[in-house]
Antibody, heavy 125, light 106 residues
């Protein structure tokens, strides 16, 4: 079964840091682009970041560029999101997701499947 | 950034009804559009990619069409388990962006 499980969320004060993890199983993690998407409960989905299969290429939404860093460990089949200088506006449920359309063997597009269950990040004093 | 809009914001229909949701991009995105279903308290689930290709395992009552900037998502016969919010997403260019969602109720 293809599965993603996020962890690392929690309550943090403004200006603080958190590191999210996403454990992947059931597929060859090292072949796929991976993404982070966040969602304020009851609101829409916002794409945050992506990383290439070998970790050499990353891209960020303007709202997090310079504060967030995406990385991966293919030996551990784990995706990370290091979040620094957190702001109240970063409060959301953070999902990791696989780019099913884009792998090392073919890249036909960018569609996300599966998604993890999400990990809640709350930035508040 | 490419802006995505959806209409309606929400709708209520009966079991067996045909339900149609529209998604509009702020510019031409070819057919680089996906549709997701999100049930309350759950992660999104991919239903359709490339505007009209049904993801494996997704029931045939779901369909998508369109190209350019205007797209349509249809449930041909609404079922109780289809109660959810539906989002469109463009992958024409980064940052990938989602529509605000359409909440479907019975």
């Amino acid at each position: 079964e293809v599965r993603l499980v996020e962890s690392g969320g929690g309550l943090v004060q403004p200006g603080g840091s958190l590191r999210l993890s996403c454990a992947a199983s059931g597929f060859t993690f090292s072949r796929y682009w991976m993404h982070w998407v966040r969602q304020v409960p009851g609101k829409g989905l916002v794409w945050v970041s992506r990383i290439s299969p070998d970790g050499s290429s990353t891209f960020y939404a303007d709202s997090v560029r310079g504060r967030f860093t995406v990385s991966r460990d293919s030996a551990e089949n784990t995706l990370f999101l290091q979040m620094n200088s957190l702001q109240a506006e970063d409060t959301a449920l953070y999902f990791c997701t696989r780019d099913k359309g884009c792998s090392t063997s073919t890249c036909q597009g960018n569609w996300f499947d599966p998604w993890g269950q999400g990990t809640q990040v709350t930035v508040s004093s | 950034d490419i802006q995505m809009t959806q209409s309606p914001t929400s709708l209520s229909a009966s079991v067996g009804d045909r339900v149609t949701i529209t998604c509009q991009a702020s510019q031409d995105i070819n057919n680089y559009l996906n549709w997701y279903q999100q049930k309350p308290g759950k992660a999104p689930k991919l239903l359709i990619y490339d505007a009209s290709t049904l993801e494996t395992g997704v029931p045939g009552r779901f369909s998508g069409s369109g190209s350019g900037a205007d797209f349509t998502f249809t449930i041909s016969s609404l079922q109780p388990e289809d109660i959810a919010t539906y989002f469109c997403q463009q992958f024409q260019s980064l940052p990938f962006t989602f529509g605000p969602g359409t909440k479907v109720d019975i």
